[in-house]
């Protein structure tokens, strides 16, 4: 099945910092999502972005589809933006079944 | 409702005894799906529903999981003789449409632990 690596799997900012965080895909995808799961375990959407780039706030993503990789990319990060990021693909013939990543870590300190 | 929601919240319950978790979702998605999520890991698929209907229940780990959504909306997600490894947080989430490729969301999960 379809593999999905996130990177780094930890993180730790002091606030005001910026980040990248990368999923790469070992396959062709029509659905791509970065998802921010709270330290209450609340699943929260940020970008429903199977490729090319959006932009919300502080946060932006791009996808680049060809070459299976998405990029997550947090500004002046604040202490709310704590929490673990998953990245999560769906195959083209599978539905709606998302697939997802380990998820990264981030810690933002004061 | 507003969102996704999923009761109760929190399951305690014994070796061997069933449980069921219980899923509404956003009025009007046709799709819903249910996942699990052990300590430190991502969410793993389980089953979906298209309608009334299993569209994928490949996830499902053994027959002591089965799920259903009898009429289209709520769903229920039945373990039968629960062991301890069945501990973890069951996310549950809609679409609007099924067919793939949109977004999906997530209820807040429910925490089963197995003792």
């Known amino acids: 099945g379809i593999q999905v690596e996130q990177s780094p799997p930890d993180l730790i900012l002091q606030e005001g910092a910026n980040s990248t965080l990368r999923c790469n895909f070992s396959?062709?995808?029509?659905?791509l999502q970065w998802f921010h799961q709270n330290p209450w375990g609340q699943l929260i959407n940020l970008f429903y972005i199977p490729s090319g780039t959006k932009q919300n706030g502080r946060l932006s993503a791009t996808t680049v589809a060809t070459e299976r990789y998405s990029l997550l990319y947090i500004s002046s990060s604040q202490t709310t933006d704590s929490g673990v990021y998953f990245c999560a693909v769906e195959r083209g013939n599978q539905g709606g079944k998302l697939i997802f990543g380990q998820g990264t870590e981030l810690s933002v300190k004061p | 409702g507003a969102g996704v929601s999923q009761t109760p919240s929190n399951k305690v319950t014994e070796k061997g005894k069933y449980v069921e978790l219980r899923c509404d979702p956003i009025?009007?998605?046709?799709?819903l799906y249910w996942y699990r999520q052990s300590l430190g890991q991502g969410p793993e698929f389980l089953i979906y529903f298209q309608g009334t209907g299993a569209a994928d229940d490949s996830g499902l780990p053994n027959d002591r999981f089965f799920a259903v959504r009898p009429e289209g909306s709520v769903s229920t997600l039945k373990i039968q003789r629960t062991e301890r490894g069945d501990s973890a947080v069951y996310l549950c989430?809609?679409?609007?449409?099924?067919?793939?490729?949109?977004?999906?969301?997530f209820g807040p999960g429910t925490r089963l632990l197995v003792l």
């Open positions: 009025s009007g998605h046709t799709a």
């Open positions: 989430a809609s679409s609007p449409g099924g067919k793939g490729g949109e977004t999906q969301y």
């Open positions: 396959d062709s995808v029509n659905n």
